[in-house]
């Protein structure tokens, strides 16, 4: 079975850091592109950035460029997000999500799976 | 404001057929980007429901169908059942942002 936990989330103030984990199983994670997609409380949901299988491939929503580093670790199944500068609009329900398989570019969709977690920004 | 437009909501009565328009634009869909689909359920995760316009992931009904045309996106729920009643959002990939993108959602209900 295919499954994706993701932890990290939590309270922090502004201008502070959170690092997100997204720890897979049940499918072979190189064999896929990995993404992260967020969802502001009652609110649609949003792309934030993306990595292909072998990470010579990185997309960002221009939202959070310059502050969200993804990166991924095939020895542990896993698939990170460093938030930095965080900003009070950047509070979500932060969810991973898997690309089709051996895919990367525009023609992509999302897999998402499991409960996600909320980060809050406050002061 | 999303770069894809999706209707609010949409309502319809146990076995009818309700639509929903996704409308893009030649950044998008219309540059021949294909359309994919996400329900979300109260309280749950998105999931992804059609992808590449009409192909359903194992487990999907066939009650759930979709198309494209130009540059709009649709998905058709036929014999709506009272487990439809969800938040529905249509993605695709843009040029403008050279990102993917969602629409802003829709909310089905069942009458």
């Known amino acids: 079975e295919v499954q994706l936990v993701v932890s990290g989330g939590g309270l922090v103030q502004p201008g502070r850091s959170l690092r997100l984990s997204c720890s897979v199983s049940g499918f072979t994670f190189d064999d896929y592109a990995m993404h992260w997609v967020r969802q502001a409380p009652g609110k649609g949901l949003e792309w934030v950035a993306g990595?292909?299988?072998?990470?010579?491939?990185?997309g960002y929503a221009d939202s959070v460029k310059g502050r969200f580093t993804v990166s991924r670790d095939s020895a542990q199944n896993s698939l990170y997000l460093q938030m930095n500068s965080l900003r009070v609009e950047d509070t979500a329900f932060y969810y991973c999500?898997?690309?089709?398989?051996?895919?990367?570019?525009?023609?992509?969709?999302?897999?998402?799976r499991g409960q996600g977690t909320l980060v809050t920004v406050s002061s | 404001q999303s770069v894809l437009t999706q209707p609010p909501s949409v309502s319809g009565a146990p076995g009818q057929r309700v639509t929903i328009s996704c409308t893009g634009s030649?950044?998008?869909?219309?540059?021949?980007?294909?359309v994919h689909w996400y329900q979300q359920l109260p309280g749950t995760a998105p999931k992804l429901l059609l992808h590449?316009?009409?192909n359903r992931p194992s487990g999907v009904p066939d009650r759930f169908s979709g198309s494209k045309s130009g540059a709009s996106g649709s998905l058709a729920i036929t014999g709506l059942q009272s487990e439809d009643e969800a938040d529905y959002y249509c993605?695709?990939?843009?040029?403008?942002?050279?990102?993917?993108?969602f629409g802003g959602g829709t909310k089905v209900t069942v009458l």
């Open positions: 030649s950044s998008n869909i219309g540059a021949g980007y294909d």
């Open positions: 993605q695709s990939y843009d040029t403008r942002v050279s990102g993917w993108v």
């Open positions: 590449d316009n009409n």
């Open positions: 990595i292909n299988w072998n990470s010579k491939s990185i």
């Open positions: 999500a898997r690309g089709p398989p051996a895919s990367w570019g525009p023609r992509d969709w999302f897999d998402p």
